[in-house]
């Protein structure tokens, strides 16, 4: 008896998941009918021996359980359609919540080509800054080269000037050695 209710509840559970509430009052008043009369037995068992207005007060008691069934089963019904539909806004908003944490990772992977970025710029700075500092170097380097240059330069001026002046001394010095003629002294006549 109680694997026949378990059936017959499962098989009207399932069966009656959608429609308004009018279609599915019938249903339930339909199988509450087919429920009771397989518990009683065959429709045909039933009817035999009973008298006319027997049917009439049986179908009114029909009509009365299934009402009262209904009336036990239909507030849990739609209590559980009120949950299943906060269930489903919950989805909703969990998909949302999912969608946006997924494009602040995206965000993310785009921040990390930017800390690339930084890094290949800060690669190059620091070549620039090497560059510079070479730079600097070499001007340093040839600033005391031209320095030295000019030096040099200077000295050699002075040190031929040294030898044009030692020259020009010793002409002077060989044309003082070089013999002359005297002047012969006049006769006096």
Known sequence: MAAICCFFLR??????????????????IHHTQF???????STDDMIEGLPDDFLSNNTKAVDQLSEGLITHYLPNLQSSKVALQELTQNQVV?????DQEISKFKECN?????????????YY???LVNIRKEMIM????????????LKLQQKKQEANLKEEQQRERELEREKQLTAR?????????
């Open 11 to 28: 098989h009207w559970t399932e069966e009656n998941r959608g429609g308004d509430y009018h279609c599915r009052r019938k249903r339930w």
């Open 35 to 41: 429920f009771l009369f397989y518990i009683a037995g």
């Open 94 to 98: 969990l998909l949302d919540t999912l």
């Open 110 to 122: 785009s921040i990390l080509d930017i800390n690339a970025l930084f890094s290949e710029a800060k």
């Open 125 to 127: 700075h620091n070549k």
């Open 138 to 149: 070499l001007h340093e380097k040839t600033s005391k080269l031209k320095k030295r240059a």
């Open 181 to 189: 003629p005297a002047a012969r002294p006049e006769k006096k006549t």
